[in-house]
């Protein structure tokens, strides 16, 4: 669509109309459809090309307009006002019966196992949407080809959401007897933090084997769907994160912590600034949610909130591991 958008749209528009009763889907229509403070040129010109010929649906009789979007919230407000896009379907993460009837239909072609329990599989893939559902049967099925077996497997299945949760296993990897043992103590101080800490999600599994980028992990589920999330799990997910950091000092020592928390604390000061500024969970700063860039005063106000949640939440689990 570079430099030729708008003409492709009102070609798009007068093909249509000659196809008509049709529908038209535009899918990711966030490339072409975010405000317009966000583009420049050609791209201002294609999204205005599209809001011409959706005012000119009174001669476009037949046609139908249907877009798609995974984020909503940067379109241009002139898409969504009434008399456009002005019927919106969200549509969520399926539920634990939504995810049961998904893997039943990717899982009806294949042989498997009298191991396989697709109601267990569903409980435990919350968050899962339906490509990720998809995914986690198609590696199963690799992982079954690649071992010869005529049948899936519970196993496979559970090796595939592990893969997906955690990345792909670096069995390769060679790793010093020193840096295991600093990796163990690290993830082991993630665990016991999530373990003896109310509003921790459940752990799913814990493992010093490399995967992906980290030499180790420890993931967690919820033990049921959620719809929304408390301050007191929030709290409890910075002081997991603070649990890796709180840990190689307790048994190495401060002048021996690793850049291997630098993750953990990138997550956690990016939590903390959500509760400050989105959730009004500061007590300093109130019950405000803070969108736009705010004033210089502002902005100090909140980095003081964010320390001090994440020193509180250090505190916490220093008081733990100590234990």
């Known amino acids: 669509f570079v430099g030729v958008g708008a003409r492709r749209v009102r070609s798009l528009f007068q093909a ?33 090309q599209l809001l011409v010929e959706m005012d000119g649906f009174e001669q476009n009789e037949g046609i139908i307009l249907m877009a798609a979007t995974n984020l909503p919230d940067i379109l241009d407000p002139a898409l969504t006002r009434p008399g456009r896009f002005d019927r919106h379907i969200v549509v969520p993460n399926p539920d634990v019966r939504g995810r049961q009837e998904i893997l039943e239909l990717y899982l009806q072609d294949k042989p498997m196992s009298d191991d396989i329990d697709v109601k267990a599989i569903a409980r435990g893939t919350p968050g899962f949407n339906g490509a990720d559902l998809a995914n986690l049967v198609n590696i199963a099925a690799i992982k079954a080809a690649v071992e010869g077996a005529d049948k899936l497997t519970a196993a496979q299945l559970e090796y595939a959401k592990d893969r997906i949760l955690m990345g792909t296993e670096r069995k390769t990897m060679f790793l010093t007897e020193e840096s295991k043992k600093l990796t163990a103590y690290h993830e082991s101080g993630h665990a016991i933090v999530a373990f003896n800490t109310e509003g921790a999600h459940p752990i799913h599994k814990a493992t010093i084997m490399p995967r992906g980028s980290a030499l180790g992990m420890v993931t967690q589920l919820p033990s049921s769907d959620e719809t929304s999330t408390s301050k007191k799990q929030l709290l409890a997910r910075l002081d997991v994160c603070m649990g890796g950091r709180v840990a190689e000092e307790l048994i190495f020592g401060q002048d021996h ?61 220093k008081a733990l591991l100590k234990k």
């Open 16 to 48: 249509a109309k000659k196809k008509a009763p049709c529908i038209i889907f535009i899918d990711e229509i966030d490339a072409v459809g975010s405000t317009r403070k966000q583009w420049e040129g050609h791209t201002k010109k294609t999204l205005h």
């Open 257 to 317: 912590i690793t850049t291997g928390a630098s993750s953990d604390l990138h997550t956690a000061t990016e939590l903390a600034q959500y509760m400050v500024s989105n959730c009004g969970m500061s007590d300093t700063i109130g019950p405000v949610h803070i969108k736009e860039r705010p004033s210089s005063e502002m902005q100090s106000r909140i980095d003081a909130e964010v320390v001090k949640l994440l020193r509180e939440a250090y505190d916490r689990v």
